[in-house]
């Protein structure tokens, strides 16, 4: 369903406080990566207040889509929208890459509620959603009465991945699996600022046609 332009304006409010309060995490840890984090805040808002079908107060929620950080470096934008969406409470944001916190400079998924995989490596997001996401289309509820009722909701999996990461042997390995098992239940949404730390992703390994790649493995 469209979104109406009050809904929108209220979307865009909504990313501007939590970019606000990625820069106070930032400004506290004296540390962290700044740029993909703002990049994504319109990304992630969307998610967790129009997309996901998600529940703060049950995280493990069976009926719930799932959203996989493949680059978990912009880790602050998760863990803000996260506490914005209720999760845990914002001030908790200030204690990013603290020693001891349970928000460090990448995710790990049995530290925090809403966590759906421990994400460092960048190239391995991809092929844990597209498991997820085989699991989740053959799902059975086994606490039915007959043992054989599917989900009420046909339950979603979205991949954050950067570009730099399309540079990995892994995750074109996903994107064939995805296609052969036509997982029309995953989603990936690709960071394409085409910077890496090296540089220009085409100066230190070209992605172009980019889109043309993924159509050849069946997306």
Known sequence: MPLTDEQVRTLERRAMTIRETIIRMLV???????????GMADILTAFYFHILHHDAKHPDWEERDRLVLSN???APVLYATLAHAGYFGVEECLTLRQFGSRLQGHPER???????TTSGPLGEGLAQAAGMALALRDFVNP?????????????????????GEQQEGNTWEAVMFAGKNKLQNLTAVMDRNNIQIDGNTEDVMPLEPLADKY????W
């Open 28 to 38: 506290a840890a004296e540390s962290g990566h700044t740029a993909g984090p703002l």
């Open 143 to 163: 606490s039915s009465d007959d043992g054989f009722t599917k989900s009420k909701h046909g339950r979603r999996v979205y991949c954050l991945m950067s570009d």
């Open 72 to 74: 978990g470096h912009i």
């Open 110 to 116: 049995l530290r925090l509620p809403g966590l759906e």
């Open 215 to 218: 159509r050849a493995f069946n």
